[in-house]
C-alpha cells in the first residue's frame, strides 16, 4: 500500500540555519503531496502542496519539490527562525491522505 | 481561511465512562470528516471517516462499537469513546475537506486522559 518515509528527528538547527527535511513515499498512481505543520499544542496546518511531478510547493520560505523519479518531496527553507520550532509531517493523497510519522524541527537563538 | 473546531480540547475521565468530542465546520460545509488517533511523537492514524446522513466507514483494527461515530449534520460530527480505558489516552483530530481541490483542514485536536 501507499506510504511516507521522512526523516527521523529531532532536528536542532541555529537560527539562520538551512533546513532540509526527507520525505520519500511509495504510491501507486500519481498522488498529491504535502507538508503540514503541528505548532505545540496546536492542530495540522497544511504548509504546502504539489500535485503533479515537477511542481514546487512554497510558502513562508519553506519549498518542496515532487521529484517522480526520486519519488521524493524534500522540504527545505534557507533560514530557519526560532517560531518555525514545529512538527513537520509529509503526506500523499491518492485515495486516503496518508501521513510520515513527522520530523520535529527545534530552531534555538 | 476555513476553520474546524473542536471541543473540548482537553478532557480526563475515569476508567468505565464515555467521553464525547464534537468536531465542527466554521465557515463551509462537510459532507465527510476525518478522525484520526495521534500517539505521542508519531503520525496520526486515520481511524474512521464520517459520513453526513449515513454510517461511518471505520478502518481496520477500529472498534466501531468503541469509537461511536455520529454525523448529526453538515457541519457537526462527533467522536463517542464508550467505556474508556488507559490505553484509550491519546490525542484525537478531526478533518474536514474542503474547497474545489478538497483542501483538508484540522481541527486543534483534543486530549484524552483516562485514569
Known amino acids: 500500500g501507499d506510504s511516507v518515509t521522512q526523516m527521523e528527528g529531532p532536528v536542532t538547527l541555529s537560527e539562520e540555519a538551512f533546513l532540509t527535511i526527507n520525505c520519500t513515499y511509495t504510491?501507486?498512481?500519481?498522488?498529491?503531496l504535502f507538508w503540514y505543520v503541528q505548532y505545540p499544542g496546536e492542530g495540522l496546518q497544511l504548509l504546502l502542496k504539489?500535485?503533479?511531478?515537477?511542481d514546487k510547493g512554497s510558502n513562508k520560505g519553506f519549498e518542496a519539490t515532487y521529484r517522480k523519479e526520486t519519488t521524493s518531496f524534500h522540504l527545505e527553507k534557507g533560514s530557519v527562525q526560532v517560531s518555525d520550532s514545529a512538527v513537520y509531517f509529509c503526506?500523499?493523497?491518492?485515495?486516503?491522505?496518508?501521513f510520515g510519522q513527522g520530523t520535529e524541527l527545534s530552531v534555538k537563538p | 481561511g476555513a476553520v474546524v473546531s473542536q471541543h473540548p480540547s482537553r478532557v480526563i475521565c475515569k476508567s468505565g465512562t464515555s467521553v464525547k468530542i464534537e468536531c465542527r465546520s466554521l465557515?463551509?460545509?462537510?459532507?465527510?470528516m476525518f478522525w484520526y488517533r495521534q500517539f505521542p511523537k508519531q503520525s496520526l492514524m486515520l481511524m474512521a471517516t464520517?459520513?453526513?446522513?449515513?454510517?461511518?466507514?471505520?478502518e481496520q483494527g477500529v472498534e466501531k462499537d468503541k469509537f461511536l461515530i455520529n454525523h448529526a449534520s453538515l457541519t457537526l460530527s462527533t467522536l463517542t469513546v464508550t467505556s474508556a480505558h488507559p490505553e484509550d489516552s491519546s490525542f484525537y483530530i478531526c478533518?474536514?475537506?474542503?474547497?474545489?481541490?478538497?483542501?483538508?483542514?484540522f481541527g486543534p485536536g483534543t486530549r484524552l486522559t483516562v485514569l
Open positions: 464520517s459520513n453526513e446522513g449515513s454510517k461511518a466507514t471505520y
Open positions: 478533518s474536514a475537506p474542503t474547497g474545489a481541490d478538497s483542501v483538508r483542514y
Open positions: 504539489a500535485t503533479k511531478a515537477d
Open positions: 503526506a500523499l493523497r491518492g485515495g486516503k491522505l496518508i
Open positions: 465557515d463551509f460545509q462537510a459532507t465527510t
Open positions: 504510491a501507486t498512481g500519481y498522488p498529491s
